[in-house]
Each structure stands twice: as structure tokens, then as C-alpha cells.
């Protein structure tokens, strides 16, 4: 994934609302830490939000999200 790369594209169907404010946060802070000249392991944070989007899909499944 290039330093370029947007977030991961889902479905409007598949991301509750509450993950979509979340990953509207995520998104500028990837922005944020790109442009601090500090090192960022972008390919681990991907990863995070992978996860995070999983945890999401769980939860809406049970009704809980």
C-alpha cells in the first residue's frame, strides 16, 4: 500500500455509523502523521484499522454497533 492509498474501501452496507466517524478520524490522523516528518509504519497502522474494521463488522453482526 502506497503512502497514497486511501483507507480501505467497504460498502456504505457493511461499516456502521459509528465506525464510519471512526474511520473519518483515522484518516485525517494518517494524514496527520504523514506530514510530522516522524517515522509511521503505515503497512501497522493499516493493519489496525483491518482490525478494527473486523471488530466493528462483529459487533454490528450481534446488533451491538
Sequence with gaps: MSLDDPLPTVGAA???P????????CEGERERRRNTGEPFDEALFDAA??????????????GLA
Design 14 to 16: 457493511e461499516v456502521p
Design 49 to 62: 484499522l483491518e482490525l478494527a474494521l473486523r471488530k466493528f463488522q462483529a459487533l454490528e453482526d450481534r
Design 18 to 25: 459509528s465506525a464510519i466517524e471512526f474511520f473519518t478520524y
